[in-house]
């Protein structure tokens, strides 16, 4: 069964700096990775999709990479700002019309 | 507007009651699904449909019921065998054609408690 963690669960940063959060997956037969954003209390907004056959994706100030052979997302988000706190998921679909999901990180960041 | 509509947006369950949960999507999409989200933890998959008339059981079924007699339409029922139902739940759609393919899309959810 595909194995999704997201490291850390929680990080604080304060405003304005460059961060890095991770996704790490253990089965690379993937069709694509998907990155989310979760307000308390609300449903998932997609961010970034990135296709298997593809490294990265790009969108303001966030960009998202993908590495399958070492089973490795990462999503930057640049100059973060207060409005980027939030808990952001990353999701792998395989075949079957079937999405594996991360427990996500739940990020603060203080002004 | 597209999208993907949930309701009621919170709801309070008796002990031993069947409560039903809705789901509408307009995004013309073929594949519904249903997710639990508890606190401090990911989505779990209760059922999904991938066509109409059609449904599977996801990792945490039990005690849960769908049905998918429209593509738009694809409710959860949370019965009374579901020993713990308090939770968040999800729903989402995804299409598996165009240039957006494979993409999953997520309503707002539904909190339900247990009174």
């Known amino acids: 069964k595909q194995e999704v963690t997201q490291i850390p669960a929680a990080l604080s940063v304060p405003e304005g700096e460059n961060l890095v959060l991770n996704c790490s997956f253990t089965?690379?037969?993937?069709?694509?990775l998907q990155w989310f954003r979760q307000d308390p209390g609300k449903g998932l907004t997609s961010l970034l999709l990135?296709?298997?056959?593809?490294r990265e994706q790009t969108s303001g100030r966030l960009n998202a990479s993908l590495d399958k052979s070492s089973g490795r997302s990462t999503l930057y988000i640049a100059a973060s700002q207060p409005g980027d706190s939030a808990t952001y998921l990353c999701?792998?679909?395989?075949?079957?019309?079937?999405?594996?999901f991360g427990t996500g990180t739940s990020l603060t960041v203080i002004p | 507007d597209g999208g993907i509509t949930q309701s009621p947006k919170y709801l309070f369950r008796k002990e031993g009651q069947n409560v039903t949960l809705s789901c509408e999507q307009n995004?013309?999409?073929?594949?519904m699904y249903w997710y639990r989200q508890d606190p401090g933890q990911g989505l779990r998959l209760i059922y999904y449909?991938?066509?109409?008339?059609?449904?599977q059981k996801g990792d945490i079924a039990e005690g849960y019921s769908v049905s998918r007699e429209k593509k738009e339409s694809f409710p959860l029922t949370v019965t009374s065998a579901q020993k713990n139902p308090t939770a968040f739940y999800l729903c989402?759609?995804?299409?598996?054609?165009?240039?957006?393919?494979?993409?999953?899309?997520f309503g707002e959810g539904s909190w339900l408690t247990v009174v």
């Open positions: 449909s991938q066509i109409v008339n059609d449904f």
């Open positions: 989402a759609s995804s299409n598996h054609r165009g240039s957006s393919g494979n993409t999953i899309y």
């Open positions: 999701a792998l679909k395989r075949s079957g019309n079937q999405f594996y």
């Open positions: 990135i296709q298997s056959s593809q």
């Open positions: 995004l013309n999409h073929d594949a």
């Open positions: 089965d690379s037969a993937i069709y694509n």
